[in-house]
């Protein structure tokens, strides 16, 4: 069927259109992804990652892994090879959306502009056509392509510096709070060695490890989901095993006030909370101190009576220890729970060992990044 020259004009001007907007889109979501240094939604990168986390959750179901060590193995790849797919959407986008030009300007059928992008995105060179205008576009396609491997290339050594700089923190904090990581083990860690009232140096470095992943874990979102070298490390709970060690400082040890604790907190769950907004995870951004969390009376009680035992000296009133304790949980235990559901973390106590309490609700709707 041939079509009328005026309705083959209107078609050819509304594929241009399109092909120009489809180029566009790529060249963006590469832009936003790898070089603008600030969060920003973007559909492609958002789809990539969510089909590719679909696809290996369906591997997970079809394969029957139901073991922690098993989920682990298999999700390490995830980021990975997420991350090694963008490029090859991005070419694939823009290489669609010059061919659709190529053919628009009636240089060729269907499949030989497909063929001719092909081998201008990739500077093969194996077809080429003789109108100038078009070798123009094809050259213009070819940089294009090489600027994106060439963003991936430079972006690899610094989301993998961003990561080591996370997992160095992560693995020093064995040493203070065992593993899994937790409150008890680190108070009674720093009685031992009679640095209950020293311990604002912890509190200053972790600090700044908050600040540094608020803005790594943001800009650079895929670091969100690189799992550590160990299987029994993450990021996100050693997170709360810090913040609940600062919480629990603050409110219960019959020390000094602590500041520097205080502090530690706030950057806490300011970067939890800015990173749950990247995945459209809800929370109460002013929650009151008497709202319920996830760690119950009978926990707390427990913890102290471990502490106290081993000579640890407590404030008297308990009572309002626990309220104090709640508190400063409540900043962020929705989204401490939801980030080690989303991230699969491994066990910890006071996080992950619960992050199946956490509503529905608080699931992710969108990867925004």
């Not at 139901?66 to 990975?80: C, Q």
């Not at 009636?106 to 499949?111: F, H, K, N, P």
């Given at each position: 069927m041939t079509l009328h020259p005026i309705w083959d004009l209107i078609l050819r001007l509304l594929i241009l259109i399109v092909a120009g907007y489809?180029?566009?889109?790529?060249?963006?979501?590469?832009?936003?992804?790898f070089v603008l240094p600030r969060s920003a939604y973007d559909p492609i990168s958002s789809t990539t990652f969510r089909a590719t986390s679909a696809l290996f959750r369906l591997i997970m179901r079809l394969r029957r892994i139901d073991s922690y060590e098993g989920r682990d193995k298999l999700m390490a790849l995830f980021a990975p090879i997420a991350l090694l797919l963008l490029p090859t959407v991005w070419i694939t986008t823009v290489l669609i959306g010059f061919a659709l030009i190529y053919w628009s300007l009636g240089s060729a059928d269907l499949v030989t502009a497909f063929s001719l992008s092909g081998s201008s995105i990739t500077t093969l060179g194996f077809a080429t056509s003789e109108f100038p205008a078009i070798r123009a576009l094809e050259f213009l396609e070819a940089v294009i392509g090489l600027v994106l491997t060439a963003l991936l290339i430079s972006y690899l050594p610094t989301i993998y510096s961003a990561f080591s700089r996370r997992e160095t923190a992560v693995a020093m904090l064995e040493v203070r709070a065992g593993t899994p990581p937790f409150v008890a083990t680190m108070v009674e860690r720093f009685h031992r060695l009679g640095r209950l009232d020293r311990m604002g140096e912890i509190w200053s470095t972790w600090e700044q490890w908050f600040a540094e992943i608020d803005e790594t874990h943001t800009s650079l979102v895929a670091l969100v989901f690189f799992r550590s070298p160990r299987g029994d490390r993450s990021w996100i709970t050693a997170a709360g095993a810090v913040l609940d060690s600062a919480s629990?400082?603050?409110?219960?040890?019959?020390?000094?006030?602590?500041?520097?604790?205080?502090?530690?907190?706030?950057?806490?769950?300011?970067?939890?909370?800015?990173?749950?907004?990247?995945?459209?995870?809800?929370?109460?951004?002013?929650?009151?101190?008497?709202?319920?969390?996830?760690?119950?009376?009978?926990?707390f009680d427990e913890v102290c009576a471990e502490l106290e035992s081993l000579g640890v000296e407590l404030k008297r009133d308990r009572d309002q220890a626990w309220r104090d304790f709640a508190g400063w949980r409540v900043n962020y235990d929705t989204v401490l729970l939801a980030l080690a559901r989303l991230t699969m973390a491994p066990y910890a106590p006071w996080s992950s060992d619960r992050s199946i309490l956490a509503t529905s609700a608080a699931s992710p709707k969108r990867l925004k990044k």
């Amino acid at each position: 069927m041939t079509l009328h020259p005026i309705w083959d004009l209107i078609l050819r001007l509304l594929i241009l259109i399109v092909a120009g907007y489809i180029i566009v889109r790529g060249i963006s979501s590469a832009v936003r992804t790898f070089v603008l240094p600030r969060s920003a939604y973007d559909p492609i990168s958002s789809t990539t990652f969510r089909a590719t986390s679909a696809l290996f959750r369906l591997i997970m179901r079809l394969r029957r892994i139901d073991s922690y060590e098993g989920r682990d193995k298999l999700m390490a790849l995830f980021a990975p090879i997420a991350l090694l797919l963008l490029p090859t959407v991005w070419i694939t986008t823009v290489l669609i959306g010059f061919a659709l030009i190529y053919w628009s300007l009636g240089s060729a059928d269907l499949v030989t502009a497909f063929s001719l992008s092909g081998s201008s995105i990739t500077t093969l060179g194996f077809a080429t056509s003789e109108f100038p205008a078009i070798r123009a576009l094809e050259f213009l396609e070819a940089v294009i392509g090489l600027v994106l491997t060439a963003l991936l290339i430079s972006y690899l050594p610094t989301i993998y510096s961003a990561f080591s700089r996370r997992e160095t923190a992560v693995a020093m904090l064995e040493v203070r709070a065992g593993t899994p990581p937790f409150v008890a083990t680190m108070v009674e860690r720093f009685h031992r060695l009679g640095r209950l009232d020293r311990m604002g140096e912890i509190w200053s470095t972790w600090e700044q490890w908050f600040a540094e992943i608020d803005e790594t874990h943001t800009s650079l979102v895929a670091l969100v989901f690189f799992r550590s070298p160990r299987g029994d490390r993450s990021w996100i709970t050693a997170a709360g095993a810090v913040l609940d060690s600062a919480s629990f400082t603050v409110s219960v040890l019959n020390i000094p006030r602590d500041v520097e604790a205080q502090i530690c907190i706030r950057a806490g769950f300011l970067a939890l909370r800015h990173i749950a907004d990247y995945f459209s995870i809800p929370y109460n951004p002013d929650p009151q101190p008497d709202d319920p969390i996830s760690v119950s009376r009978s926990e707390f009680d427990e913890v102290c009576a471990e502490l106290e035992s081993l000579g640890v000296e407590l404030k008297r009133d308990r009572d309002q220890a626990w309220r104090d304790f709640a508190g400063w949980r409540v900043n962020y235990d929705t989204v401490l729970l939801a980030l080690a559901r989303l991230t699969m973390a491994p066990y910890a106590p006071w996080s992950s060992d619960r992050s199946i309490l956490a509503t529905s609700a608080a699931s992710p709707k969108r990867l925004k990044k």
